[in-house]
């Protein structure tokens, strides 16, 4: 099976930090929707001209939900925890690689408007911008039975060619 060719969409792309977390939190607040697999997602009108973005915190392969703590609980528990100093409940590298923003709806942008835009809403600049193909990540996740970093592959995607 050959991994299928997918379209090429402007994103942006922060590794997790603390202070990414508290940021998060600080400037959006609870997630829209949180996943079993870890994932939390934020919709919101950050793009240019008002462009409903997607931003959605990765969580590290093989993501285990910590103990005690309901799949709603994790971001709120964890960045409460972050900014107070207080223990979270696992630590951030069990829980999340990165954040990744792109056009919600397949709307066309351009990779620089998108990475603007989303620094002016988060307050933070991205780590990288540019080009990804979702189809092609979401494919080698997928036959990795979700062992791999999707931020390692947004990285690799969006490195300058040497």
């Known amino acids: 099976m050959t991994a299928r060719a997918g379209r090429l969409v402007a994103a942006a792309v922060w590794r997790a930090s603390p202070e990414l977390i508290v940021q998060l939190d600080g400037r959006f607040g609870e997630p ?4 079993v697999n870890g994932s939390q997602v934020w919709l919101r009108d950050d793009g240019p001209g008002g462009m409903p973005l997607e931003w959605r915190l990765h969580p590290v392969p093989d993501y285990k939900r910590p103990a ?4 709603y609980e994790v971001f709120s528990a964890t960045a409460l925890a972050l900014a107070t100093g207080a223990r979270p409940p696992a630590p951030l590298e069990e829980l999340w690689e990165g ?5 919600a709806y397949g709307d066309d942008v351009e990779p620089q408007p998108l990475a603007q835009a989303a620094s002016a809403a988060l307050g933070m600049e991205p780590d990288a911008s540019g ?3 979702h189809d092609t990540i979401a494919d080698r ?3 990795s039975e979700r062992q791999i ?5 947004l990285f690799r995607q969006l490195a300058p060619e040497s």
């Open 149 to 153: 970093s999707i931020i390692d592959e």
């Open 32 to 35: 829209l929707d949180a996943y």
């Open 99 to 103: 954040l990744e923003v792109f056009a």
């Open 68 to 71: 005690g703590v309901d799949t």
């Open 131 to 133: 080009l990804v193909d």
């Open 141 to 143: 996740w997928e036959r």
